[in-house]
């Protein structure tokens, strides 16, 4: 049977046990701590030698070495090696094994660090130039360095998103940002006001360190302990409802989170951490329960949030409860950049939230046969509507096909009447053009001194004098007969002309008495004996063969009948131009002014007097 010393893994004494069938399983501590050496035989300890953490069999006794320098690791002699320090929070002088890990004071009951305070002391010991800094995690909001005594000349470390604080009996003194320091007079002016700094660079000077992780601390977890009554608006039932989250939480006043909520504790974090005696979740868990609790459900109902819809609602409540939030953190010296309701507990086996699934179910439901009945509404009027534009366009299409019919008919109708017109024109012109033509070579004759009447009696004179001239060779001849022949073919070719003067006819009667003188009976005809009269000059007309000056109604060159005049009314416009032939004005082109229609009128038939559009003798139309 074997003898091993068992360290107690309550308070970190040794106790003395032995192996063996027959050796005791537990051993009473001093401490009043029960050892069982069945489960506690494990132990984790810092190697005398070597300094690394390792973990052994206790029951092993002096045989257990460390299984990185092979160095004993639990003898007796080893574990009766103490260490002397002072407590962290009374000051008195206190004596343990220089493997313990922590010490509990007797005198006011603090949890000493062992190897911290034996690092303190050792530096205070050697009088040494320290390097204060804080390397440790990232959860921590304020961590307090545990050396108090601080060497003159030593290097105060700060590093980014971090602040140092420097502490003199209770009151915040200087404060530094990141960078690297050398305690000196002149870098630490409100401390050397505070009470004189030695003057050798030996001396020590005691203060309090704290730096502050001023980092955002991400994902921190929150919950309602109790459920929160809420009164459902529509129903009026009254449902029991959690919520839980997270929230992102940063120090924003350092000084105020120090002087109100840390005070001379080691330092604060989220949740309860070694060495630290407060935590930020314990701390503020009654601030974010009544807030919530008071807050939460005026949140849904001011919103109008639905219970069952409040998965897709969960930003507006979490804007609304954070800024309910921010003003009882910000007294401490702490701020909340974001905040997450990330679940809201509904209770889904209450009998009066199945109702309220239930009506929203017919609510549902009702709003589908609303928008589907809308949806048929909606679609029945725009097929009425297409049906309406369709049938209107075609009546468009219709009408518009009609209207360019009756444009194309007018159309036509107005060039045919166009077309007349020019023709009447042409007409009226072609006949003043001849009736111009006459009046100019009257004109001339009449400048010249004669008239067309000298002329014609010039011709007949002419062709009177051929006459007698062709009659002497005959009468010398002895022909009675050939005379008479002659005189009749003369007579007849001026009667074709109708212009044989007076003079002619008397001529022929001279000639018809000399043949009663002589007892010689002769024939003559009427229209010898009667010349025609000579017709008016004025009623000369040229033929379309070239042959002008025509008297009569058929052209004596080519034998054309003489054209119809066209008897056309004349008028007289209103720019002074007068007797103008045709519908517009030949000078200002100015329309002939329609005649007045007189309400009666007479038929061909004889009715006169007629005041409606038919005769009433015959049945004629008007205008026929």
């Given at each position: 049977?074997?003898?091993?010393?068992?360290?107690?893994?309550?308070?970190?004494?040794?106790?003395?046990?032995?192996?063996?069938?027959?050796?005791?399983?537990?051993?009473?501590?001093?401490?009043?701590?029960?050892?069982?050496?069945?489960?506690?035989?494990?132990?984790?300890?810092?190697?005398?030698?070597?300094?690394?953490?390792?973990?052994?069999?206790?029951?092993?006794?002096?045989?257990?070495?460390?299984?990185?320098?092979?160095?004993?690791?639990?003898?007796?002699?080893?574990?009766?090696?103490?260490?002397?320090?002072?407590?962290?929070?009374?000051?008195?002088?206190?004596?343990?094994?220089?493997?313990?890990?922590?010490?509990?004071?007797?005198?006011?009951?603090?949890?000493?660090?062992?190897?911290?305070?034996?690092?303190?002391?050792?530096?205070?010991?050697?009088?040494?130039?320290?390097?204060?800094?804080?390397?440790?995690?990232?959860?921590?909001?304020?961590?307090?360095?545990?050396?108090?005594?601080?060497?003159?000349?030593?290097?105060?470390?700060?590093?980014?998103?971090?602040?140092?604080?420097?502490?003199?009996?209770?009151?915040?003194?200087?404060?530094?940002?990141?960078?690297?320091?050398?305690?000196?007079?002149?870098?630490?002016?409100?401390?050397?006001?505070?009470?004189?700094?030695?003057?050798?660079?030996?001396?020590?000077?005691?203060?309090?360190?704290?730096?502050?992780?001023?980092?955002?601390?991400?994902?921190?977890?929150?919950?309602?302990?109790?459920?929160?009554?809420?009164?459902?608006?529509?129903?009026?039932?009254?449902?029991?409802?959690?919520?839980?989250?997270?929230?992102?939480?940063?120090?924003?006043?350092?000084?105020?989170?120090?002087?109100?909520?840390?005070?001379?504790?080691?330092?604060?974090?989220?949740?309860?951490?070694?060495?630290?005696?407060?935590?930020?979740?314990n701390s503020f868990r009654p601030l974010i329960s009544s807030t919530l609790k008071t807050n939460l459900s005026s949140v849904i109902t001011n919103e109008a949030i639905d219970l069952l819809e409040i998965d897709s609602k969960l930003d507006i409540i979490s804007t609304n409860l954070r800024e309910k939030l921010i003003p009882g953190f910000e007294e401490y010296g702490l701020t909340i950049p974001q905040f997450y309701v990330t679940n809201i507990v509904l209770p889904e086996d209450d009998p009066n939230f199945k109702r309220i699934k239930e009506l929203h179910t017919?609510?549902?439901?009702?709003?589908?046969?609303?928008?589907?009945?809308?949806?048929?509404?909606?679609?029945?009027?725009?097929?009425?509507?297409?049906?309406?534009?369709?049938?209107?366009?075609?009546?468009?299409?219709?009408?518009?096909?009609?209207?360019?019919?009756?444009?194309?008919?007018?159309?036509?109708?107005e060039i045919a009447k166009r077309e007349a017109e020019r023709r009447v024109i042409e007409a009226q012109a072609e006949a003043q053009a001849a009736r111009m033509q006459g009046l100019t070579e009257a004109e001339i004759m009449a400048a010249k001194g004669y008239s067309q009447k000298d002329v014609l009696t010039a011709e007949v004179q002419k062709a009177y004098a051929e006459g007698i001239g062709n009659m002497g060779p005959a009468i010398s001849a002895g022909g009675g007969s050939s005379i008479v022949g002659d005189m009749m073919g003369l007579g007849v070719g001026?009667?074709?002309?109708?212009?044989?003067?007076?003079?002619?006819?008397?001529?022929?009667?001279?000639?018809?008495?000399?043949?009663?003188?002589?007892?010689?009976?002769?024939?003559?005809?009427?229209?010898?004996?009667?010349?025609?009269?000579?017709?008016?000059?004025?009623?000369?007309?040229?033929?379309?063969?070239?042959?002008?000056?025509?008297?009569?109604?058929?052209?004596?060159?080519?034998?054309?009948?003489?054209?119809?005049?066209?008897?056309?009314?004349?008028?007289?416009?209103?720019?002074?131009?007068?007797?103008?032939?045709?519908?517009?004005?030949?000078?200002?082109?100015?329309?002939?002014?329609?005649?007045?229609?007189?309400?009666?009128?007479?038929?061909?038939?004889?009715?006169?007097?007629?005041?409606?559009?038919?005769?009433?003798?015959?049945?004629?139309?008007?205008?026929?």
């Amino acid at each position: 049977m074997a003898k091993f010393a068992i360290e107690c893994p309550v308070c970190g004494k040794y106790a003395e046990a032995k192996t063996g069938f027959f050796a005791k399983k537990k051993i009473d501590c001093s401490c009043g701590n029960v050892i069982n050496i069945r489960t506690d035989k494990l132990a984790s300890r810092e190697c005398p030698h070597c300094g690394n953490q390792v973990v052994f069999d206790q029951t092993k006794g002096a045989d257990a070495v460390c299984p990185i320098c092979n160095g004993k690791i639990n003898t007796m002699a080893e574990q009766q090696k103490v260490e002397e320090f002072s407590c962290a929070q009374c000051g008195v002088r206190l004596m343990t094994t220089r493997s313990a890990s922590t010490y509990v004071c007797p005198v006011c009951d603090y949890m000493n660090d062992v190897q911290e305070r034996l690092t303190s002391e050792k530096i205070k010991r050697d009088g040494l130039a320290s390097v204060i800094k804080y390397e440790g995690d990232n959860n921590t909001f304020i961590w307090k360095h545990p050396i108090e005594d601080f060497n003159y000349g030593s290097q105060l470390i700060v590093h980014e998103s971090q602040e140092a604080i420097f502490f003199k009996d209770g009151q915040a003194l200087d404060l530094f940002g990141p960078g690297r320091y050398t305690l000196e007079t002149q870098q630490l002016p409100l401390l050397e006001k505070t009470y004189q700094l030695p003057t050798d660079t030996e001396g020590t000077f005691h203060s309090e360190v704290y730096f502050i992780n001023k980092t955002v601390q991400m994902a921190i977890k929150w919950g309602t302990p109790d459920k929160v009554r809420f009164i459902d608006p529509l129903t009026g039932t009254p449902l029991q409802i959690g919520a839980s989250g997270e929230l992102n939480l940063q120090v924003s006043n350092s000084r105020k989170l120090l002087i109100k909520l840390v005070g001379t504790t080691k330092g604060i974090a989220w949740e309860e951490g070694p060495g630290l005696t407060k935590s930020i979740q314990n701390s503020f868990r009654p601030l974010i329960s009544s807030t919530l609790k008071t807050n939460l459900s005026s949140v849904i109902t001011n919103e109008a949030i639905d219970l069952l819809e409040i998965d897709s609602k969960l930003d507006i409540i979490s804007t609304n409860l954070r800024e309910k939030l921010i003003p009882g953190f910000e007294e401490y010296g702490l701020t909340i950049p974001q905040f997450y309701v990330t679940n809201i507990v509904l209770p889904e086996d209450d009998p009066n939230f199945k109702r309220i699934k239930e009506l929203h179910t017919i609510t549902l439901q009702t709003r589908m046969l609303q928008a589907e009945a809308t949806v048929r509404t909606a679609k029945a009027q725009s097929e009425t509507i297409y049906r309406t534009a369709e049938e209107q366009s075609k009546a468009a299409i219709e009408a518009a096909h009609r209207a360019a019919v009756l444009e194309q008919q007018t159309t036509e109708t107005e060039i045919a009447k166009r077309e007349a017109e020019r023709r009447v024109i042409e007409a009226q012109a072609e006949a003043q053009a001849a009736r111009m033509q006459g009046l100019t070579e009257a004109e001339i004759m009449a400048a010249k001194g004669y008239s067309q009447k000298d002329v014609l009696t010039a011709e007949v004179q002419k062709a009177y004098a051929e006459g007698i001239g062709n009659m002497g060779p005959a009468i010398s001849a002895g022909g009675g007969s050939s005379i008479v022949g002659d005189m009749m073919g003369l007579g007849v070719g001026l009667a074709a002309a109708s212009a044989i003067s007076p003079q002619i006819g008397q001529m022929m009667n001279n000639f018809g008495n000399m043949g009663q003188g002589n007892n010689q009976q002769m024939s003559v005809p009427a229209y010898i004996t009667n010349p025609v009269q000579p017709q008016n000059m004025a009623e000369a007309w040229d033929c379309a063969c070239g042959h002008k000056g025509i008297i009569g109604n058929f052209c004596n060159n080519c034998g054309a009948k003489k054209p119809m005049l066209v008897q056309t009314d004349t008028w007289d416009c209103s720019c002074g131009q007068t007797g103008v032939i045709g519908n517009f004005c030949n000078n200002c082109g100015a329309k002939r002014p329609m005649p007045v229609v007189s309400d009666t009128w007479n038929c061909a038939c004889g009715q006169s007097g007629i005041t409606g559009n038919f005769c009433s003798n015959c049945g004629a139309k008007r205008g026929e």
